[in-house]
């Protein structure tokens, strides 16, 4: 984690990361303020805090409730060397907790971060950079010693060049990426998160055999996302690159709908009208790009291959990021090598979405097979002796496609997760099912997951399939676990050269009779393609071009953003706009507009209910306020302080409402109960003299929302990068 630091008045610091700032201060005796505590006192309360933690973490998953637990920590000094100390932890148990349950806490206390970094001894290293915003040195790991070359199943360069040249690649782009955390809780089982230092809702996860497999796993799927603008995905990118000459990449056409919002002939083609488009529905409107907003230049295409024939045929941008999320691109040290682990996970996702609905039963892998690959029976059984049944399949169908599978069940929760992986080896698809397992995932993590059902109608439901695609949280079928099998297991290899298993690759999808459109994105110096299988490869149901555009922001974006600023008429269009959207009440306003706001603000939990509330009391419709804030208070997930700020938004609105009461007799008992200075915010909103309490004022220039700014700066790097290797002065 990157942490800046700012010096402010006298011996003041502010040190920024994430979304977060924290102030330290000195003592007075030290010639400070005491205005807040010094970075020493921090460092004593997060051990403190984070042993906390994982004692709340280990009640969590056993329904253990700590209102009754308390922890505190004393640091004790060596009088004659105040560097080693001891940190003294003590925890308060009721009497109704078992023994085996205090022990499980003192051990939870025991792998608390911060200890165990403190114990391992941190190295510093201290340098002098010209400017920090410009090192890009990469925050991973050091460089390999001696001439190391590690080579992998389906890689065309060793770990360790790959490694290299994918750091080297986001130093050039002026990108710090950061190691956010490793996980390695069974053998040959390794994942990490990483990030963009600067942007951290830029990240990516990695998963691997080993810890440099898993890095290489991290990176390269952190450079397709660039590739593919996937980090932006329905994100304003602000009106700089709106009016740019190009807003995706250089080679991005428009196209302007018909008279009657017909389809531009220029784009897509028969074969994909077929499909996005077989009622005739689909407009030109619906196919506006999110991004930029700019409904005067038509639709934002992008060229991709038809792969039967080589055609270039158009896609829209819009399109894309509708219904396709992350599925179908892929980075590699050669295109060829791209090519296998697009195709490969586009196959682990169907075939995936086809055994979950059609609730089919797997084979399971015999023990001789399994045998053959002891680094896998080696994590799988230490998961067992965790006390988790795991469960190999061959998802393969029938050996007609490349995907493995592997089931961990959790007794203590009746939860269930089946990981699915896929490459034309089947060893390959076997290891990735099982990192796949366990991706991120701490053994309190795997306490998250569904049980099992026979409501066949929750396994079908679409949006099962999505929570699957996103993070294998959806529901699963109890028929998936019977012993009859519907299929005969097979120990099947689609293996070859990276070009021969692209090919294979191919042609089972031609002998499917589906097309694959492929673009190829070299123009940051990576090799990345990105794949789109009609009617095969989509997260999202077609429907939701029509029904549920992420487009949809583009009626509210602007006036949201300008809120301060609008008329009581402009005010109310709004208003009737958001009502007649039919859009969830709590679907939140980041969602809706694609803007950032920062979590920890009122912008950043404002959802279109609260929305709605403060435009109604702006216009002094108070009893549709009131109706409004008895909605927000019945399901409240809001902070504490805006919960109770609406709670003295109700006693208002009724008293206001009622003839036969006044608020003067009141004032005194609600300045008690809420406070003066909530009181006065409350009155003056509903009064109409304080319009939009808690909401700071912005625009399209987005000023003050640090946070998506940050986003756009990360886009803005690689818009420049794609406007010079264009020859593009932007």
């Given at each position: 984690?990157?942490?800046k630091?700012?010096?402010?008045?006298?011996?003041?610091?502010?040190?920024?990361?994430?979304?977060?700032?924290?102030?330290?201060?000195q003592?007075?005796?030290?010639?400070?303020?005491?205005?807040?505590?010094?970075?020493?006192?921090?460092?004593?309360?997060?051990?403190?805090?984070?042993?906390?933690?994982?004692?709340?973490?280990?009640?969590?998953?056993?329904?253990?409730?700590?209102?009754?637990?308390?922890?505190?920590?004393?640091?004790?000094?060596?009088?004659?060397?105040?560097?080693n100390?001891?940190?003294?932890?003590q925890?308060?148990?009721?009497?109704?907790?078992?023994?085996?349950?205090?022990?499980?806490?003192?051990?939870?206390?025991?792998?608390?971060?911060?200890?165990?970094?403190?114990?391992?001894?941190?190295?510093?290293?201290?340098?002098?950079?010209?400017?920090?915003?410009?090192?890009?040195?990469?925050?991973?790991?050091?460089?390999?010693?001696?001439?190391?070359?590690?080579?992998?199943?389906?890689?065309?360069?060793?770990?360790?060049q790959?490694?290299?040249?994918?750091?080297q690649?986001?130093?050039?782009?002026?990108?710090?990426?950061?190691?956010?955390?490793?996980?390695?809780?069974?053998?040959?089982v390794?994942?990490l998160?990483?990030?963009?230092?600067?942007?951290?809702?830029?990240?990516?996860?990695?998963?691997?055999?080993?810890?440099?497999?898993?890095?290489?796993?991290?990176?390269?799927?952190?450079?397709?996302?660039?590739n593919?603008?996937?980090?932006?995905?329905?994100?304003?990118?602000?009106?700089?690159?709106?009016?740019?000459?190009?807003?995706?990449?250089?080679?991005?056409?428009?196209?302007?709908?018909?008279?009657?919002?017909?389809?531009?002939?220029?784009?897509?083609?028969?074969?994909?009208?077929?499909?996005?488009?077989?009622?005739?529905?689909?407009?030109?409107?619906?196919?506006?790009?999110?991004?930029?907003?700019?409904?005067?230049?038509?639709?934002?295409?992008?060229?991709?291959?038809?792969q039967?024939?080589?055609?270039?045929?158009?896609?829209?941008?819009?399109?894309?990021?509708?219904?396709?999320?992350?599925?179908?691109?892929?980075?590699?040290?050669?295109?060829?090598?791209?090519?296998?682990?697009?195709?490969?996970?586009?196959?682990?996702?169907a075939?995936?979405?086809?055994?979950?609905?059609?609730?089919?039963?797997?084979?399971?892998?015999?023990?001789?097979?399994?045998?053959?690959?002891?680094?896998?029976?080696?994590?799988?059984?230490?998961?067992?002796?965790?006390?988790?049944?795991?469960?190999?399949?061959?998802?393969?169908?029938?050996?007609?496609?490349?995907?493995?599978?592997?089931?961990?069940?959790?007794?203590?929760?009746?939860?269930?997760?089946?990981?699915?992986?896929?490459?034309?080896?089947?060893?390959?698809?076997?290891e990735?099912?099982?990192?796949?397992?366990?991706?991120?995932?701490?053994?309190?993590?795997?306490?998250?997951?569904?049980?099992?059902?026979?409501?066949?109608?929750?396994?079908?439901e679409?949006?099962?399939?999505?929570?699957?695609?996103?993070?294998?949280?959806?529901?699963?079928?109890?028929?998936?676990?019977?012993?009859?099998?519907?299929?005969?297991?097979?120990?099947w290899?689609?293996?070859?050269?990276?070009?021969?298993?692209?090919?294979?690759?191919?042609?089972?999808?031609?002998?499917?009779?589906?097309e694959?459109?492929?673009a190829?994105?070299?123009?940051?110096?990576?090799?990345?393609?990105?794949?789109?299988?009609?009617?095969?490869?989509?997260?999202?149901?077609v429907?939701?071009?029509?029904?549920?555009?992420?487009?949809?922001?583009l009626?509210?974006?602007?006036?949201?953003?300008?809120?301060?600023r609008?008329?009581?008429?402009?005010?109310?269009?709004?208003?009737?706009?958001?009502?007649?959207?039919?859009?969830d009440?709590?679907?939140t306003?980041?969602?809706?507009i694609?803007?950032?706001?920062?979590?920890?603000t009122?912008?950043?939990?404002?959802t279109?209910?609260?929305?709605?509330?403060?435009?109604?009391?702006?216009?002094?419709?108070h009893?549709?306020?009131?109706?409004?804030?008895?909605?927000?208070?019945?399901?409240?997930?809001?902070?504490?302080?805006r919960g109770?700020?609406?709670?003295?938004?109700?006693?208002?609105?009724?008293?206001?409402?009622?003839?036969?009461?006044a608020?003067?007799?009141?004032?005194?008992?609600?300045?008690r109960?809420?406070?003066?200075?909530?009181?006065?915010?409350v009155i003056?909103?509903?009064?109409?003299?304080?319009?939009?309490?808690?909401?700071?004022?912005?625009?399209?220039?987005?000023?003050?929302?640090?946070?998506?700014?940050?986003?756009?700066?990360?886009?803005s790097?690689?818009?420049?990068?794609?406007?010079?290797r264009?020859?593009?002065?932007?």
């Amino acid at each position: 984690m990157e942490i800046k630091v700012n010096y402010l008045d006298n011996l003041r610091l502010e040190a920024k990361f994430d979304d977060f700032t924290v102030i330290a201060d000195q003592p007075i005796r030290y010639k400070g303020d005491g205005s807040a505590p010094g970075p020493f006192d921090y460092f004593l309360a997060s051990s403190a805090m984070c042993a906390a933690y994982f004692v709340k973490v280990y009640c969590n998953a056993r329904d253990i409730p700590t209102d009754n637990i308390r922890l505190s920590q004393n640091n004790i000094v060596d009088p004659e060397n105040r560097y080693n100390q001891i940190f003294k932890i003590q925890v308060e148990l009721p009497d109704d907790i078992s023994d085996k349950d205090r022990q499980g806490i003192l051990r939870s206390i025991d792998r608390c971060t911060v200890k165990k970094v403190v114990q391992q001894g941190p190295t510093f290293e201290i340098e002098v950079v010209e400017n920090l915003d410009e090192d890009a040195q990469a925050l991973l790991m050091g460089a390999p010693e001696g001439n190391a070359a590690t080579w992998i199943e389906g890689k065309d360069l060793p770990l360790e060049q790959t490694i290299a040249n994918m750091t080297q690649l986001l130093a050039d782009l002026g990108m710090k990426i950061e190691i956010a955390s490793w996980r390695n809780i069974v053998p040959h089982v390794w994942s990490l998160h990483i990030r963009d230092a600067a942007s951290p809702m830029c990240f990516t996860n990695g998963k691997g055999a080993t810890k440099e497999s898993a890095l290489a796993s991290a990176l390269g799927e952190f450079i397709e996302r660039l590739n593919c603008n996937f980090f932006y995905n329905d994100q304003f990118f602000g009106e700089a690159i709106a009016n740019s000459a190009f807003v995706h990449y250089p080679d991005e056409k428009w196209f302007q709908p018909g008279p009657d919002d017909e389809l531009p002939a220029e784009i897509l083609d028969e074969h994909c009208l077929a499909i996005y488009n077989p009622d005739g529905e689909l407009c030109g409107s619906h196919l506006i790009d999110t991004n930029s907003g700019r409904i005067d230049r038509g639709i934002c295409s992008l060229p991709f291959v038809r792969q039967s024939d080589g055609e270039v045929v158009y896609f829209p941008s819009n399109l894309i990021e509708n219904l396709y999320l992350s599925n179908g691109m892929s980075a590699g040290n050669t295109l060829q090598e791209a090519q296998v682990q697009c195709l490969s996970e586009i196959f682990e996702r169907a075939v995936k979405k086809q055994i979950i609905e059609e609730e089919w039963v797997l084979p399971d892998v015999p023990a001789e097979v399994l045998a053959q690959y002891p680094a896998i029976v080696e994590g799988i059984q230490a998961l067992e002796e965790q006390g988790f049944p795991v469960l190999v399949k061959d998802a393969s169908l029938g050996g007609r496609f490349p995907v493995m599978c592997v089931t961990l069940m959790n007794p203590r929760t009746g939860g269930v997760f089946a990981s699915f992986g896929a490459h034309p080896s089947f060893h390959v698809a076997l290891e990735r099912s099982l990192t796949e397992l366990l991706q991120g995932r701490s053994l309190e993590g795997l306490n998250d997951f569904q049980p099992p059902t026979f409501n066949s109608l929750a396994v079908t439901e679409p949006n099962n399939y999505v929570e699957h695609f996103i993070d294998s949280s959806g529901v699963i079928s109890w028929r998936f676990f019977s012993s009859r099998a519907d299929f005969e297991f097979c120990h099947w290899n689609f293996a070859g050269s990276n070009q021969d298993e692209a090919d294979t690759l191919f042609g089972l999808l031609a002998a499917m009779g589906k097309e694959a459109y492929m673009a190829v994105h070299d123009e940051l110096g990576a090799q990345v393609c990105r794949i789109l299988v009609p009617g095969y490869s989509e997260v999202y149901p077609v429907d939701d071009l029509v029904w549920d555009n992420t487009n949809k922001a583009l009626a509210f974006r602007e006036d949201i953003l300008n809120l301060h600023r609008l008329n009581d008429d402009e005010l109310l269009d709004l208003l009737e706009r958001l009502e007649d959207s039919e859009e969830d009440i709590y679907t939140t306003i980041i969602t809706l507009i694609g803007i950032e706001f920062d979590e920890n603000t009122v912008w950043g939990q404002l959802t279109i209910l609260e929305l709605k509330l403060l435009i109604c009391l702006a216009l002094q419709r108070h009893d549709e306020a009131l109706e409004l804030v008895e909605q927000f208070l019945q399901y409240n997930d809001n902070t504490v302080e805006r919960g109770l700020f609406y709670r003295a938004v109700q006693a208002v609105l009724e008293i206001e409402l009622d003839a036969a009461l006044a608020l003067d007799d009141f004032r005194h008992n609600l300045g008690r109960m809420y406070g003066e200075e909530t009181l006065a915010a409350v009155i003056g909103s509903v009064s109409g003299a304080v319009r939009f309490h808690g909401l700071t004022p912005t625009s399209l220039q987005l000023e003050g929302l640090d946070k998506h700014q940050r986003l756009i700066d990360s886009y803005s790097k690689l818009h420049r990068a794609r406007a010079a290797r264009a020859g593009i002065v932007l």
